[in-house]
């Protein structure tokens, strides 16, 4: 029997979601949970993976177990109860024995904070950028993202990957003058390691006055990771939503 599980996790304390030697990730966490709770060696495989310091609002994750569950109420206050603070679950479900978290999304997206003041209770959570930011140059570069489906020059350098290829179909920041903070939205069918804190840190770039918009099409023409910016920090970067045609 097959079963998705729908959670959000608070990355900070985490090298990430994907399992690792000694290191402490969610994968490993919620592993964990699970064989208490059935006292059976269960794996689980994500929607995709997150790095170091990376947050998730919606977050999926498949396993399996040879019986059937029969209280799945039950089984998320239990997983819920053994799973530190960093991780919840919101409910479980049961799926096709074929279906697939990672190959079955048809849409990811990911939203990325920033803050323009100094907030304790933030540093988790965005990126402080006191200078000022010129969000119309911005957006008029960030669409420059929709129209081309290369992004060479924003996956992590010596990553693994068969094609950089990704279809993206929003990419947008928006600002909230009454909290002083800025939204970077983008939706993409896939993306690449590090691709998005790779386009932030660019597109900041942009905003800062440091790249053109000209400059900024040649970054994404290059191919070349060395062309774009530094990458965003982690803390600002939340995996905010999955969509899969039967959810």
């Known amino acids: ?3 998705y599980i729908e959670l959000a996790y608070k990355g900070t304390r985490f090298h990430g ?3 690792q030697g000694n290191a402490y990730t969610v994968q490993s966490e919620l592993n964990r949970a699970l064989q208490v709770a059935f006292r059976l060696p269960i794996s689980t495989y994500g929607c995709g993976r997150t790095d170091t310091g990376v947050h998730a609002r919606q977050f999926f994750a498949q396993f399996d177990v040879p019986e059937p569950i ?3 109420d039950r089984l998320v206050y239990k997983l819920n109860g053994i799973l530190l603070p960093d991780i919840s679950i919101f409910r479980i479900f049961e799926v096709e024995s074929n279906a697939s978290t990672r190959f079955d999304a ?6 990325y904070f920033i803050t323009t003041y100094k907030s304790p209770f933030l540093q988790d959570f965005a990126w402080y950028i006191p200078t000022p930011l010129d969000l119309k140059k911005m957006n008029r ?11 060479g020059s924003f996956v992590k350098a010596n990553a693994e990957t068969k094609t950089n290829t990704c279809y993206v179909k929003e990419a947008e920041f928006e600002e909230n003058p009454a909290n002083r903070t800025i939204t970077f939205t983008i939706t993409s069918n896939r ?4 691709m998005v804190r790779t386009v932030v840190g660019t597109l900041v770039d942009v905003g800062k006055g440091k790249i053109s918009y000209k400059e900024m099409k040649a970054i994404i023409d290059s191919q070349d990771r060395q062309e774009a910016s ?5 803390a600002g970067l939340f995996l905010w939503a999955i969509r899969y045609p039967y959810i």
């Open 17 to 19: 979601w994907q399992m």
């Open 141 to 151: 570069a960030a669409k420059l993202l929709t129209k081309t489906t290369e992004f």
């Open 70 to 72: 029969e209280d799945f």
């Open 1 to 3: 029997m097959r079963y």
């Open 191 to 194: 993306f690449l390691r590090s």
């Open 230 to 234: 530094d990458s965003a920090p982690a």
């Open 106 to 111: 048809i849409a990811r997206t990911y939203k």
